[in-house]
């Protein structure tokens, strides 16, 4: 007994020895258990990858995005070095504790 139309895998059609052409790029599976790998728990608990597009835009101005005046402005003003003690990104402010010992010192971003 054959196998049944219904049931009979797909098979490529025979080539002729004399053929220049290149055989096909193998193709990537695309069966349920692939697919299904991004939806377990421990992929669901993690924080949104960049690549995902989940990413907040940084409300931070660049030299490419702040205008002359306020880059003016940057220059003119003291520079303090020293870690992020905490920043809201949301809001535009936070505190560095500075390097040299002082006491923390408040940062604010406006555009």
Known sequence: M???AGTRA??????SAMSSEPPPPPQPPTHQT???????PRARD???SPLRGNV??????TRRT?????????????????????FCR??????ITPADGGP???LHISE
């Open 66 to 86: 702040r205008t002359f005046s306020a880059t003016v402005r940057a220059s003119q003003g003291p520079v303090y070095k020293g870690v992020c003690k905490c």
């Open 34 to 40: 692939s697919v299904g790998l991004l939806d377990t």
């Open 90 to 95: 949301s809001k535009g402010h936070g505190f």
């Open 56 to 61: 907040v835009p940084s409300p931070l101005p």
């Open 10 to 15: 797909e098979t490529p059609e025979p080539r």
């Open 104 to 106: 923390d010192i408040f």
């Open 46 to 48: 993690r924080s949104p």
């Open 2 to 4: 054959g196998p049944s």
